[in-house]
């Protein structure tokens, strides 16, 4: 695999690494501008980030990770220091916080059964799995050897690896989370899939774009019950509606490799969405079936550009 580099990504080493206890071996955790801890999973090819969030008062975590190990222990350690992301309240930020995802994919949600509630966008994919949760058969390629950058973490068994059932909770566009001197926005920005959605910090300027925006393989061609239907009209659409419901942006958070993206990717990503929705844009047959993602059309394509690319499928 491309992606397995014999020392781990170069792009951490811009960010202070925080020394935690109940990393499991597997997460790593890192301190970002405006009092965001990221949480990440190097060592599994999705390289997903969970966010937390303060604010004088409370916290937000976005995502929950993969859930191959249990986050939570981790999160109540970064709650509980007096010292991660200079926060205000330690001590009381575990009790009232509250957990949110970008949307419902293994990777951000595989973690939220250790958690009491979270908050989503209310759509049929969303009940569904909270109350079924995801079985194995459909996850097992993500647990294939080749998808870990080392042998597997001790402890770990393959063959169980699931999305377990969650409690779920509608969130509304335009819910606001008061955190204490810092209010974060939930926007809904269908388009990845029908259930995506972003955070806006509106105290830095900071958007939590998800799935949605970053520089890697960007996908729009799920169709299917287990990782839902994208939509690049709606897309295209969900990038212009951030675009007036964050005048003041100046940073974006994203959920894959890299944590921080400058604003101007959503332009970049934006008119290339646009060139492949218009057939303008120049696409080879993906025939990786393997990492393709189960029950995907058979025509997907690739489109790449400058840093990024796009799964479409059609
Ligand atoms: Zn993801």
């Known amino acids: 695999m491309k992606w397995k580099t014999p020392e781990p990504r170069e792009y951490y080493s811009k960010y ?10 597997w997460f790593e955790c890192y301190e970002l501008p405006g009092e965001v801890v ?20 409370k916290a937000l975590l976005l995502d929950t990770g993969m859930g191959i190990f249990d986050i939570r222990p981790l ?32 990777d ?48 770990f ?38 259930d995506h959605a972003m955070l806006y910090d509106h105290k830095h300027g900071i958007l939590f774009a998800g799935d949605m925006i970053y520089f890697g393989a960007i996908y729009v061609q799920f169709d299917n019950d287990i990782l839902g239907h994208s939509d690049i009209e709606q897309y295209i659409d969900s990038l212009k509606k951030i675009r007036t419901r964050c005048p003041d942006l ?15 990717a959503i332009t970049l990503i934006g008119s290339a969405l646009r060139r492949v929705a218009d057939g303008t844009a120049c696409g ?12 995907d059309p058979p025509t997907m394509r690739e489109y790449t550009f400058d840093g990024f690319s796009i799964v479409a499928g059609f």
């Not at 202070?16 to 071996?25: L, Q």
């Not at 999973?41 to 966010?51: D, G, S």
């Open 108 to 155: 951000h949600a595989g973690g939220n059964w250790a958690f009491d509630e979270i908050l989503a966008v209310d759509v049929p994919i969303v009940r569904r799995q909270s109350q079924a949760g995801v079985a194995h058969e459909p996850l097992s390629n993500q647990t294939d050897e080749d998808m870990f950058l080392y042998d597997y973490p001790e402890d």
């Open 157 to 194: 068994q393959p063959e169980e690896y699931c999305v377990k059932p969650y409690r779920f909770r509608p969130c509304e566009d335009g819910h606001i989370f008061r955190l204490g001197g810092r209010d974060v926005e939930f926007i809904t920005t269908p388009g990845h899939t029908e």
């Open 250 to 264: 100046k940073s974006v958070y994203v959920s894959h490799n890299d944590f921080i993206t400058d604003s101007s």
């Open 16 to 25: 202070n690494r925080i020394g935690v206890s109940n990393d499991c071996g």
């Open 75 to 106: 999160i109540k350690e970064l709650c509980s220091r007096e010292d991660t992301a200079k926060a205000k309240a330690p001590g009381s930020y575990f009790d009232s916080l509250q957990v949110v995802n970008c949307h419902c994919h293994f």
């Open 38 to 57: 990221a949480v990440c999973e190097p060592q599994h090819l999705q390289e997903v980030n969970a966010f937390l969030i303060f604010g004088d008062e």
């Open 284 to 295: 080879t047959p993906l025939h990786d079936e393997k990492y393709g993602y189960y029950m």
